[in-house]
Antibody
Framework: QVQLQESGPGLVKPSETLSLTCTVSGGSISSYYWSWIRQPAGKGLEWIGRIYTSGRTNYNPSLKSRVTMSVDTSKNQFSLKLSSVTAADTAVYYC??????????????????WGQGTMVTVSS | SSELTQDPAVSVALGQTVRITCQGDSLRNYYASWYQQKPGQAPLLVIYDKNNRPSGIPDRFSGSSSGNTASLTITGAQAEDEADYYCNSRDSSGNHRVVFGGGTKLTVL
């Protein structure tokens, strides 16, 4: 079965760039949208953005100016870069697979597979 | 509006039925998906589309929708159902944004 694993530094200095990678195992990365979602301690989930295996991206407007996502299909990996971080970016970061479908009358969009999450702290 | 609103906390007696709701304009066009999150764990998808359960999710979990409100119902709540529950959908305004509700803490008494 498909599994996701986040990796990257757990500590990032303020004003620097947070970089994380998600490795997809047990299946192909192709033909899906892949998202990054974060969760500050004790708070709710925030969608950061998503990338299709073609490289097409959609970002949360609130973070768009600082976010870059990329995909490496040869390695079955996709990545997140978040620039100019502050303490407000301290959170558990999850990668997740998106699934969705639209009929003529309705749609759905869900995240069916999640990584275990990685804690990133922004501190000097 | 692209926001989803959930009650912060709900409680249910063991074995009883509980409904957790999610409100937002995007739900007029999108079915909500629902996630269960226990402390220290990643969210787990429990309901998606009109009322579909991923493999392994007990059939006591069900979903429904009316207008701008989606509901997750747990029929015969168990102690292990105590968790945070989040809804999500796509923003229907055309900007491809994905939105989550603020979460509901379910306590099983």
């Amino acid at each position: 079965q498909v599994q996701l694993q986040e990796s990257g530094p757990g500590l990032v200095k303020p004003s620097e760039t947070l970089s994380l990678t998600c490795t997809v195992s047990g299946g192909s990365i192709s033909s899906y949208y892949w998202s990054w979602i974060r969760q500050p301690a004790g708070k709710g989930l925030e969608w950061i953005g998503r990338i299709y295996t073609s490289g097409r991206t959609n970002y949360n407007p609130s973070l768009k100016s600082r976010v870059t996502m990329s995909v490496d299909t040869s390695k079955n990996q996709f990545s997140l870069k978040l620039s100019s971080v502050t303490a407000a970016d301290t959170a558990v970061y999850y990668c997740a697979r998106g699934i969705g479908y639209c009929t003529s009358t309705s749609c759905y969009y869900a995240f069916d597979i999640w990584g275990q999450g990685t804690m990133v702290t922004v501190s000097s | 509006s692209s926001e989803l609103t959930q009650d912060p906390a709900v409680s249910v007696a063991l074995g009883q039925t509980v409904r957790i709701t999610c409100q937002g304009d995007s739900l007029r066009n999108y079915y909500a998906s629902w996630y269960q999150q226990k402390p220290g764990q990643a969210p787990l998808l429990v309901i998606y589309d009109k009322n579909n359960r991923p493999s392994g999710i007990p059939d006591r979990f069900s979903g429904s929708s009316s207008g701008n409100t989606a509901s997750l119902t747990i029929t015969g709540a168990q102690a292990e159902d105590e968790a945070d529950y989040y809804c999500n959908s796509r923003d229907s305004s055309g900007n491809h944004r994905v939105v989550f509700g603020g979460g509901t803490k379910l306590t099983v008494l």
